[in-house]
């Protein structure tokens, strides 16, 4: 399950952030996460509730929501330009037949913004 995994990353983000601003309260996580991580939300947001609640998180962070946003996989055909969104695995190029493609979106897992007070 590597949820899991994911979910300790983004507390130990969350408890260097707030080290590093001194935040009282962090009250929401945003995280972007593409298509092909292939991550089950609700696996995540358990996870997630429960390493915040951990003896060893700081106190900071343990109201904090978890918004997860799913980025679908986006294509584009590197010989005649076009984007498109597969369905599956298949990036064969709807327009011209081209296997000539490359993945520009759905791969990545980003933070996109922290919401917190402080002191
Ligand atoms: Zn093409």
Do not use: W
Not at 35 to 49: G, H, N, T
Not at 74 to 84: E, K, L, T
Not at 85 to 91: A, F, G, I, S, T
């Amino acid at each position: 399950m590597h949820e899991f995994s994911i979910a300790q990353n983004i507390v130990e983000i969350l408890t260097q952030a707030v080290e590093d601003n001194r935040l009282v309260n962090i009250e929401l996580i945003t995280v972007e996460a593409g298509e092909l991580r292939q991550i089950v939300p609700e696996s995540l947001k358990m996870a997630f509730d429960a390493l915040k609640t951990e003896k060893g998180s700081p106190p900071a962070i343990r109201n904090c929501r978890l918004n997860l946003a799913i980025i679908p996989q986006a294509v584009s055909c590197s010989d005649c330009g076009c984007n498109f969104y597969p369905e599956d695995l298949c990036y064969i190029c709807p327009d011209c037949g081209s296997i000539n493609t490359e993945v520009k979106e759905g791969n990545k897992l980003i933070i996109k913004s922290i919401k917190g007070e402080t002191d």
